[in-house]
């Protein structure tokens, strides 16, 4: 990107002013070397975005943004209903919910390291994992519907997981308002066999070390210690979500003249909040959300599973499950007075500061766990929201490290033998269905994980905690 075109207001924000049909103006949390390797289409879409009826604020990008469909991945946008304001498939994306969670534990590398192998076996059979994935558990209607309209606390009722489990969750578990009967026949059809199945992509599940811990005091609060063992699941809500986002898309592009939308681009397609098709999609896109965190409850309980069998005395409590893909009715201060807003995130995490009151009773003081996968074989951290980031970005940070190449590319550069034998000759032992999968992720093809989260510190965006590096990694 070339930095005549941005306005820098601090070492880590940058502003795109208002030109054209933009609203409001557009606003980058990066550093300059990450600006710079941004592609000029994340501009040109957090512009786009910008345009949009409703929109307050500005149209945010966060450190670890590269373009995606519509929206910037790594974009975040609010807008006010009473205002006109838009909710966008494309400003969600196609895997609803997709998120983090991570699992403490009570080991050490000493414990994990004699049974590494059959553990990493274990776990490979155990989790289901590849395009098109399914497990155990199929889903009848009445079923399925239960799963939409409850997520995580409808797994847990069944015995997947404990009540201890809601609370560490965002929404407790649970995305009210959830409509499943706005999801589709075919959208359901795809998920009937997926619950508890990691799918593809970059989603993994990886046991972990924490190397490194940059806060103390926040750590203890979270339960992180150097040398601990955790376990990190990255997934989202698998063929339904992905349904969702294509039907709507569709239905969104199709009736935008009707609701007097002119799109910069088709791909931002949209309907108004206080619309018939915005209250479709709304209740469509909460029964993903909760179709993700059910999955994400089931995965921990297999996983609960395997390291019972394998090491009877672990423990494997919930530190925190956030998620990355969604659009979710908040209040913001913005422009001097509370507003209620629907905020977009979409390849971006919730990053509440200390004192709020939708933070879990024990981690309140310390801040929300903003949960960072790095790609596969690098390393990941845990992040704490701060009470700047509030009035910086709707309370948002960055999600990952970001894709610095596309998966095509990846794939004339590595092979993924290649790629699982350089990690095994570091120590990360990795499991998967799919060389091709392997190469497409490899560690590469990622921006530095490292520069995306001292960018988003710096910005105040979030705090950093801990540092954590993959000793398994479980790979779809």
């Known amino acids: 990107m070339e930095l005549t075109k941005l306005t820098r207001r601090g070492p880590c924000e940058w502003e795109l002013p208002r030109h054209g049909n933009m609203r409001v103006p557009a606003v980058v949390y990066a ?68 998120g983090v969670r991570c699992l403490l534990t009570n080991l050490r590398r000493a414990d994990i390291d004699p049974v590494r192998k059959v553990l990493a076996e274990a776990l490979f059979s155990r989790i289901p994992a590849g395009v098109g994935s399914t497990g155990a558990i199929r889903l009848d209607g009445a079923q399925m519907d239960a799963m939409l309209a409850g997520g995580a606390k409808w797994a847990v009722q069944r015995g997947w997981g404990t009540s201890d489990d809601l609370e560490r969750i965002e929404e407790r578990g649970q995305m009210l308002h959830a409509k499943p009967g706005c999801v589709s026949d075919q959208a359901k059809k795809r998920q009937r066999d997926e619950c508890g199945t990691l799918g593809s992509g970059n989603h993994y599940l990886e046991v972990q070390e924490v190397t490194a811990v940059h806060d103390a005091s926040i750590a203890a609060a979270y339960g992180l210690e150097h040398g601990g063992i955790v376990v990190m699941i990255h997934c989202g809500s698998r063929g339904l979500g992905h349904q969702i986002g294509t039907e709507f898309l569709r239905r969104m592009a199709q009736q935008a003249p009707a609701h007097g939308l002119v799109l910069p681009d088709r791909e931002l397609a949209c309907a108004p909040i206080r619309s018939e098709l915005g209250a479709e999609y709304l209740g469509a896109m909460r029964a993903g959300i909760n179709c993700a965190l059910a999955n994400r409850q089931i995965l921990t309980h297999l996983v609960r599973e395997v390291f019972a069998d394998l090491l009877p005395a672990a423990r494997l409590p919930l530190l925190y499950d956030v998620s990355h893909n969604t659009c979710k009715l908040e209040q913001h201060r913005v422009g001097g007075r509370m507003r209620e807003l629907y905020v977009h995130r979409k390849g971006a995490t919730r990053a509440l500061g200390p004192g709020h009151p939708d933070i879990p009773a024990p981690l309140r003081a310390a801040g929300q766990p903003v949960l960072i996968g790095g790609s596969m074989g690098t390393g990941s951290y845990v992040l704490a929201g701060t009470g700047s980031s509030e009035s910086m970005a709707l309370s948002s940070a960055c999600h990952g490290a970001g894709r610095a190449m596309s998966r095509s590319q990846a794939l004339k550069r590595w092979h993924g033998r290649q790629v699982v034998d350089e990690l095994a000759a570091r120590g990360i032992l990795i499991r998967s269905p799919s060389p091709r999968g392997v190469a497409e992720e490899a560690p590469g093809a990622y921006k530095d994980v490292g520069a995306v989260v001292d960018a988003a510190e710096a910005a105040g965006l979030a705090k950093k905690v801990a540092r954590l590096e993959p000793l398994i990694c479980i790979k779809g």
């Open 31 to 98: 550093s300059e070397a990450l600006v710079r390797d941004m592609d000029d289409k994340v501009f040109e879409q957090a512009a786009n975005v910008a345009t949009l009826p409703g929109i307050v604020g500005a149209s945010y990008v966060m450190p670890d943004a590269h373009w995606g469909y519509g929206f910037p991945i790594g974009g975040v946008a609010a807008f006010d209903p009473d205002e006109g304001g838009v909710v966008s498939a494309g400003g969600v994306g196609f895997d609803i919910s997709c």
